[in-house]
């Protein structure tokens, strides 16, 4: 009986560390997913800019467009964009937006502004499928962009897209 009662201490004691290390991993997991699938849907979140104009960049790429580098005026009115759409909780005009952008002295402005993806791989592929925001991911003219989101909880569609792209 008592090797019995030291083998099952014995299994009992790798069961417990198995789960912990299974918990462990889970939590390693989490922290390791890529930031085009973490939820943009918390106060803290923000979307990864870099991350976003590779991914647009690559599927332009892959279409025989041009990369897009980001813009630090265009990421600006980007985020003032995503911030007015959350706080009046609606998307805005494109063709509003796209005014702002040629008065900053760009041209062939554009403009995928949304709400209610929740992370960015779910804005890329919404944008994707739907063929105006596509179009506006791989205007040919386009060579620069700004991304941004803004959350509220409160709100319908809890989290606001703006991209904006020029020339």
């Not at 949304?114 to 925001?133: K, V």
């Amino acid at each position: 009986m008592g090797r019995i009662g030291r083998y099952g201490a014995g299994v009992l004691v790798l069961a417990v560390t198995a789960l912990l290390a299974g918990c462990a991993t889970d939590t390693q997991t989490t922290s390791a997913l890529p930031s085009l699938y973490l939820p943009l849907s918390n106060d803290a979140a923000h979307v990864d800019t870099e991350a976003a104009r590779d991914m647009i960049s690559a599927y332009r790429r892959g279409r025989g467009e041009a990369a897009l580098t980001l813009d630090p005026q265009l990421q600006k009115l980007a985020e003032a964009e995503a911030a007015s759409m959350a706080l009046a909780d609606r998307p805005s005009k494109a063709q509003t937006v796209k005014g702002a952008v040629e008065r900053l002295g760009f041209s062939s402005a554009n403009a995928n502004l949304s709400a209610g993806y929740h992370t960015l791989a779910e804005a890329f592929s919404g944008w994707r499928d739907s063929p105006p925001h596509n179009a506006v991911m791989l205007d040919p003219k386009a060579a620069r962009m700004g991304i941004a989101t803004a959350y509220a909880p409160g709100s319908k569609y809890k989290v606001y897209w703006a991209l904006l792209t020029a020339k």
